[in-house]
């Protein structure tokens, strides 16, 4: 009866409120968890090179720099031999600038010397992903072009999926699905593919700091940083008003996750410095972006907060790393017999949260109904605490079936966090209790009725 009663309630629910019913406060609060489970991801592998505004002014350039900074700055690149490299920058604008044939043979340069190059390209008005005449000429013969567009959730801005494909003009240039993501591009690389279906990946982000990341002050002129590392888990997974109590960073988001390289390091370097680039950049996949104050290429992210855009690219291409073919899908709660994942993920979660905690509380109030023996102390106090203990146990809970639905059923982290939610609301509002206490007694009396006819 509980189980039937709290399905039927989810549905109900999902189908009065949608997904958004608290749902995306709550994958914020879950988000310390997963990416702790995450652990370390592939990020060894990945490495962030930031064009920053301390890079520009170093080479006397304004933005957008002209062609020659970029080609100089993959020629440095090239000496530490990169596995490949992706330039999350688009070249797209007709502009007069007479060192683009320098930018040209050094792509070219690149692809030659066994470095594969990928170049973001943005979709126009016809839905073609086109560069500027000159790089079009090279496309597939020294780099391959790669879509960037992202679209953030509607309802909170934050970067929850990732599209691996995006539809074009001509999806028999691009393959079935369109042309490929940056991260999936990346990805195949290594010789591995996945599969690409009508649903985004939902992105897993890593909470681990990386030992360099972004750089920003708090406020110009200031030695503090805008970020923070990670505190201990259940720490992490309280409100940021209650963090900021214990903590006075309570309120600043993570540090970001993968190791970054800002591009003014590789202008000059003593021979001790050229040895620690050579290891964080020989053989890794190189991600070229922009941390520019005037230039507004950025995502949100549920942990680090505002971020450079190349960042998101990066998480996508470490959870492919990590997941491959069984990266998380972001599905919707449907009766989608194509799709019954997500039904059967709420069925496993009405199990473990309503006979649990409903045992739980029985044999509390069972020992504490008068029966002429002495209440046992010690169960008097859990029962007045069972407010509190009730939200440890949801928690504990909650975090359980986000491992199940994630590294079990490959489902999305809102996808999950979604069926939590409402799960939850079903077992604290305890309709399932309510009705069945209305419905057995009735059931039971028409059975005897019947059995005595």
Excluded at 33 to 62: M, N, P, T, W
Excluded at 67 to 88: I, M, N, Q, T, W
Excluded at 200 to 212: D, F, I, Q, Y
Excluded at 316 to 328: K, R, S, T
Aim: hydrophobic share 45%; with cysteine.
């Amino acid at each position: 009866m509980a189980l039937l009663v709290g399905l039927l309630l989810t549905f109900l629910l999902e189908w009065a409120f949608g997904e958004e019913f608290v749902t995306r406060q709550q994958a914020r609060a879950y988000a310390p968890f997963a990416g702790s489970v995450y652990g370390e991801g592939r990020r060894d592998d990945i490495r962030v090179l930031l064009i920053d505004d301390k890079a520009l002014a170093s080479a006397k350039q304004q933005w957008p720099a002209r062609y020659g900074y970029s080609a100089r700055l993959l020629r440095a690149l090239a000496e530490y031999r990169p596995k490949a490299v992706f330039v999350d920058i688009y070249y797209g604008a007709q502009r007069d600038d007479d060192s683009l044939p320098a930018l040209l043979r050094q792509v070219c340069a690149l692809r030659e010397q066994g470095t594969q190059v990928f170049l973001a390209a943005s979709r126009n008005r016809e839905d073609e992903y086109v560069l500027r005449p000159e790089l079009e000429a090279l496309a597939g013969k020294c780099f391959e072009k790669v879509a960037v567009k992202y679209s953030p959730d509607e309802l909170d801005r934050l970067a929850w999926n990732y599209t691996l494909a995006l539809p074009g003009a001509h999806h028999s240039e691009h393959g079935e699905h369109g042309m490929k993501s940056a991260a999936l591009a990346l990805y195949e690389t290594g010789g591995a593919t996945a599969p690409v279906e009508h649903h985004p990946m939902a992105l897993t982000w890593g909470s681990r700091p990386a030992a360099h990341g972004v750089g920003w002050a708090i406020s110009p002129g200031s030695d503090e940083s805008y970020c923070r590392q990670p505190h201990n888990l259940p720490v992490e997974l309280l409100p940021p008003g209650a963090r900021n109590t214990f903590f006075k960073d309570g309120n600043k988001p993570l540090c970001v996750f993968h190791e970054t390289i800002h591009a003014g390091t590789l202008s000059s370097t003593t021979p001790e410095q050229d040895a620690v680039l050579r290891q964080q950049i020989e053989g890794k996949i190189v991600l070229i972006g922009t941390a520019l104050s005037d230039f507004s290429d950025v995502v949100l992210s549920p942990l680090h907060g505002r971020i450079p855009g190349v960042y998101l690219h990066a998480m996508a291409l470490d959870n492919l790393m990590v997941f491959g073919e069984d990266y998380a899908r972001a599905v919707h709660l449907s009766l989608d017999w194509h799709n019954l994942k997500l039904p059967l993920f709420l069925a496993v979660s009405m199990l473990l949260v309503t006979l649990p905690l409903q045992r739980f509380k029985h044999a509390v109030e069972r020992r504490l109904e008068p029966d002429g023996q002495r209440v046992h102390f010690w169960l008097g106090v859990l029962y007045l605490l069972w407010g509190p203990a009730r939200i440890i146990l949801s928690l504990l809970v909650g975090c359980l079936l986000l491992l199940i639905g994630q590294y079990w059923l490959d489902l999305g982290f809102l996808s999950i966090i979604n069926v939590v939610v409402l799960t939850l609301l079903a077992e604290w509002f305890e309709v399932n209790e309510k009705l069945g206490k209305y419905f057995w007694p009735k059931l039971l009396e028409e059975g005897e009725k019947h059995v005595s006819h």
